[in-house]
């Protein structure tokens, strides 16, 4: 008996002691036993946590004028679930995940509630989410693209000919391409040294742009005869679906903002390009990202349908043969063969 009362008293001794010392620095905090230096440098911390505060707050706020007005005091798992579950009625799947990030985020900064751990509310969610299929842009292909370069007059098109190459060859975001300068763009004779500014890690994003057809004949004229204003967002994200409507492609508005990077990443994937190349050349860092657009890549598709249905595969075979006047194969038989590649070096 002796024994479990000193164990039991050892417990309460020591929740005691965690109780005072949470007390303890509570009361320094309220009595501003920090140094003004220090809440100062810790203030800047935090408001520097959340990538876009003026978006954070909003949901932050929107959030705790919801629990003043149902008189809520804790924020618990039910009261997380009461709240999502009233937006579930107005917002998409896509746009509750948002706000639940959002909302996150600033329970974890300024309350020390990490939500992320709550079970139920992470599986309504989900829940809530099933059957939802974000809407994708639709992609140019590469005879979509030359055909356009190569069929439009540079007098109406120039400008749009000229975001068409950088977007579909840095596979840019709209902002990024809105942001672009002529500093950031170095024209090096054989091709262009594209650097896209990153504010978040201050190292660019460099891509290149080469002299194939007269890409670089049309960058240098836009330059001499660029308008003195920036082209706007609205302009830009529309350039696209000017794009398809000159081309008489279907579903125009389908062709958002979004298609010059989609369409970049999807040549890529149809080129064979590896998907930690396709991350570094976009700058993603989700191979779950780089793997969709391999996945949905046509090529790809049909180096599946060889290798189920054919039994081929498309692993490349070199084979070198020194061939001389005197010794020429009168006949070369090849099976079961696609893309195949001849290089012909001749000696004299």
Not at 12 to 38: D, F
Not at 81 to 96: D, G, P, R, V, W
Not at 216 to 227: A, D, T, V
Not at 271 to 291: F, L, Y
Request: overall charge positive; charged content about 20%.
């Amino acid at each position: 008996m002796t024994t479990d009362y000193i164990k039991i008293l050892r417990k309460v001794l020591s929740l005691v002691e965690a109780n005072l010392t949470a007390k303890l620095n509570y009361l320094c905090t309220m009595n501003n036993c920090e140094s003004e230096e220090i809440v100062e440098a810790a203030n800047i911390a935090i408001s520097n946590l959340l990538p876009t505060r003026s978006l954070y707050d909003i949901a932050y706020n929107r959030f705790k004028k919801w629990c003043a007005e149902k008189n809520v005091q804790v924020y618990s798992e039910n009261v997380l679930l009461a709240y999502f579950s009233e937006n579930a009625k107005n917002y998409k799947s896509s746009t509750l995940w948002a706000q639940y990030s959002m909302v996150k985020s600033c329970l974890i900064i300024y309350d020390n509630i990490d939500i992320s751990k709550f079970p139920k509310l992470i599986a309504f969610l989900k829940k809530h989410g099933d059957g939802y299929q974000a809407k994708k842009s639709k992609i140019l292909t590469k005879s979509e693209i030359d055909r356009f370069l190569s069929s439009t007059d540079d007098k109406e098109f120039l400008m749009i000919k000229v975001e068409l190459i950088l977007g579909i060859a840095g596979a840019c975001r709209t902002d990024e391409l809105v942001n672009l300068t002529v500093d950031d763009i170095e024209d090096v004779g054989s091709s262009l040294i594209v650097k896209i500014p990153n504010t978040k890690t201050k190292i660019p994003r460099i891509f290149v742009v080469t002299d194939v057809g007269n890409m670089l004949e049309l960058f240098r004229k836009y330059l001499s005869l660029r308008p003195p204003h920036p082209v706007g967002k609205n302009t830009t994200g529309k350039i696209p679906s000017v794009v398809a409507s000159y081309l008489k492609l279907p579903d125009v508005a389908c062709y958002t903002g979004h298609c010059l990077r989609r369409s970049s990443a999807t040549l890529l994937a149809d080129a064979g390009v590896d998907i930690m190349t396709i991350k570094r050349h976009g700058g993603w860092k989700s191979t779950t990202v780089a793997e969709g657009y391999v996945e949905n890549s046509i090529e790809n598709k049909t180096k599946i349908a060889s290798q189920v249905l054919v039994g081929t595969t498309t692993s490349a075979i070199t084979k070198t043969v020194n061939v001389s006047e005197s010794n020429i194969p009168s006949n070369i038989n090849f099976e079961n063969c696609t893309n195949v590649t001849f290089n012909l070096n001749v000696n004299k």
